[in-house]
């Protein structure tokens, strides 16, 4: 899969001069205008993310002290003050690099596979934990569900339950045992919810393969997950 950069830039002929030189190199780049859209655009999942340090109302420093908690990708900051100052208060407040405006196209590409490169490594070294169904691939260190290669957008809650299904392939569970193993014990609530769990889980899936039953419903037992 391609990898995306999320770039944060208040000037639209910006965004679109750093998105043409990005998307020449085969990423797939996610765009926001002001430090407060770059919250929304995080839901994307980037592998990279770059930040314009002044932008109006949340500014890029803002920004990255804000989300560094949330993402581990590496963040680029670009910026016209150059001062040294500016370059260290960036990676004090979680920044992996800082470029001065204005620079050039072949140095900021460099910069860009250069930590994206860097990424791969760490990652090819990182176990890979996936669990399989069928068409489907659950990703744990992601902690993503995929069916043929492309994503399937779960709630953490409908992600949970594949995952103990998937976990448990061939195996029968009553509402009451999923519900008790992936809401708790002591949870407030009634197991009928994960009847309506698992049925937009199966309204979602239906929309990649509306022919395969992926979550089995075994009557008057429960529910399963085949292996195959």
Known sequence: MKEKILLADDEPDMISFLEDALVSEGYVVITALSGEEVFSRLKEKPDLIILDVMMPGLDGWEVCQSIRPLVACPILFLSARGHETDRIKGLMVGGDDYLVKPFSVKEFKARINAHLRRERRVDHRRPKVVLHCKDLLLD????????????????????????????????????EQIYEKVWGFE???????????IKKIRAKLAEFDPMTEYISTVWGFGYKMGAK
């Open 140 to 175: 744990l260190n992601q902690y993503q569900l995929y069916h043929q290669g492309r994503q399937v957008s779960l709630t953490v809650r409908e992600l949970e339950i594949v995952q103990f299904l998937m976990m448990n392939a061939d195996q029968v569970f009553s509402r």
């Open 187 to 197: 949870a407030d609530g009634n197991s009928a919810t994960v009847t309506e769990h």
